[in-house]
DNA sequence: GTCTATATCAAGATAGAC
DNA sequence: GTCTATCTTGATATAGAC
């Protein structure tokens, strides 16, 4: 009975393999640069039958945003089951290691500047904005144990702290010190990682 | 001799206004998002006539980008006579907090994400990148004493100190705190500078 | 150097056959 | 549901008169 057709999974692969490649080229170019026709000829198949999946670009865009955050809110779920971790603080600590892993694999779609096309349309996406308060929620609940803890510092709002994360998620400074060349991938995130929690002043005395 | 034509006054501020007015766009949609036709109804001229002071809209973008160093630049020299800032690291401080303002204000470009049609242009544009090299070399040298002082983490390679910086001065984290609602612009930017130089973890013990 | 009018082209979206 | 061919729009850039 939850037999699904062969037709049925056919369908929903290849929807995957089109919000794969918009989550590629989203990273890649971001939203206003990625075309349709990119789209269409790095999944192999007609512009025409795109529009017969998705209803325009921003839709688009939303499916493969929704997937982002999916796949941050599977890594949270690994991560409080991950012995390795023990506190909520290294939870959050691994958890924007990851998100700077993906950044640099190029898997993460950048958030749309607060200017984007894509914004108006993402605030319009149910699905996305619900997943994004999960993500929120999740996330603040963290922040918030971490801070009494006093692995966190408790001065900062919870709020600034959630979105210092998100900032990092699509920090412009992991492809500026990537393109120096200094650096391998695990030492950026290592660095950027320490100057995001230790902060770039010094520390001790 | 040395007089200038009212002639030439004139071109001057008319390019002047032109800068300006890419300059606001810029930073309140980004390069991709920015029409030439609105620039010229900014401005308040025909879009032919842009074009006879600017040979395309990357040279438009290039004017304006190249403007914002400058105004980095006329900074720093302000922040190394004011006896109010007495160290490096103090300064370095003090121009983050400049730059945050500048964004707040809607006067700061925001930096091309890594594919921005406008960063090819900008790599090729010589008078940017002679200014730029600029900026880096005397942020490199406070950012060098600073370390030298003890007062910026040593550990961290300077490289890493001056790309996180450029990218705190157009950190999303900025706007989106500002459309959250909860603290005006100057809290904003206080708690964001405390977050970067002291970082989000807890301090002490 | 400024304007109006237009050329040119890229890109989102659709028609209609199979 | 996939294709080829086409429509339509919006945006960069230019022509040509004044």
Known sequence: MTRVSFKAQMLRAREDAIVAAVNRLLAE????????????????????SLYKHFESKEALA?????????????????????PEHGTDFERLK??????????????????????????????????????????????GAWIGAAQRARQLDAKLPSEVVLYTLYARA???AVALLKSGGNYDDEQIVEL???????GIAARGA
């Open 62 to 82: 939303g499916a493969a945003m929704i997937g982002a955050v999916d796949r941050a809110l599977v890594e949270i779920e690994r991560l409080a089951h991950d």
């Open 94 to 139: 691994a958890l924007t290691r990851w998100a700077m892993r993906e950044q640099l694999a190029g898997e993460m779609p950048s958030l749309p500047s607060q200017t984007s096309a894509l914004r108006a349309a993402l605030s319009a996406n149910k699905a996305f904005v619900e997943r994004l308060m999960q993500l929120s929620d999740l996330l």
């Open 29 to 48: 170019r971001g939203f206003d640069a990625m075309t349709v026709d990119a789209v269409a000829a790095e999944v192999g198949i007609a512009k025409a």
């Open 170 to 172: 699509c920090d412009p």
């Open 192 to 198: 950027l990682l320490q100057a995001c929690f230790g």
